[in-house]
Every structure is written in C-alpha cells, then in structure tokens.
C-alpha cells in the first residue's frame, strides 16, 4: 500500500507561482511512474502532467506546457509540480497518482491522494 499525501496548494494571484509537493509514506513509490491531475468544480478529473520512476520521460497537458515542471526526488519519495504563471483557469483540486501504466487515464492508477486546493484569482 502507497500512502500519497500532497502539499502546497493555496490561494494565488494571476501571474504568481506555486509548488505542488506529493509525499509517499509506506510502501515507497518504486517503480511506479506519478501522475498529476486536476479537478473544478462540475468538471471530470483531467491530466495535467506525470513523470517516470526513472525520470526517463515526462509528459504534459498542452494546457500548462511551458509553465508547469515535474519532477521527482526519489530519495524523498517526493514528487513536485511547479507551477508558474498561474491563471484562474488553474484553479482546481490538484490529485497526485502512482502509476504502472500509460498515466494520462486515471483508470490506470493504483493510489492516489487526498487532494490540495489550487485557487488563481484574477
């Protein structure tokens, strides 16, 4: 069992930054690629940006291509997701996920957190 807890979300104005922090107690993320998702309010949970265990590959959403970064620090059991120019649009419940498979459906997923809240204000 994976115990993913993230951090880090908060209240920001358009323009700013945050950085998203996904901690792993437990069973440790070995092997498993993590994930990045989003969910607003009456909206379906959507990708935003995963990252392999051997940080080999990443991937993106088109919609924060260039202004979000993963990463990871294995040692840490910690996944980060910085993210610069924050628009309202951003504005969401911000899911970290362990993966073992393709990571942008969330039907692949085996564990996820409990969820931090992202506000952008205009």
């Known amino acids: 069992q994976v115990h993913l807890v993230e951090s880090g979300g908060g209240l920001v104005q358009a323009g700013g930054s945050l950085r998203l922090s996904c901690a792993a107690s437990?069973?440790?993320?070995?092997?498993?690629?993590v994930g990045w998702f989003r969910q607003a309010p009456g909206a379906v949970r959507e990708f935003v940006a995963a990252i392999s265990w051997n940080i080999d590959w990443t991937n993106y959403a088109d919609s924060v291509k260039g202004r979000f970064t993963i990463s990871r620090d294995n040692a840490k059991n910690t996944v980060y997701l910085q993210m610069n120019s924050l628009k309202p649009e951003d504005t969401a419940v911000y899911y970290c996920?362990?993966?073992?498979?393709?990571?942008?459906?969330?039907?692949?997923?085996?564990?996820w957190g409990q969820g931090t809240q992202v506000t952008v204000s205009s």
């Open positions: 437990g069973r440790t993320f070995s092997g498993y690629a």
């Open positions: 996920g362990a993966v073992l498979g393709p990571p942008r459906a969330t039907t692949n997923y085996a564990y």
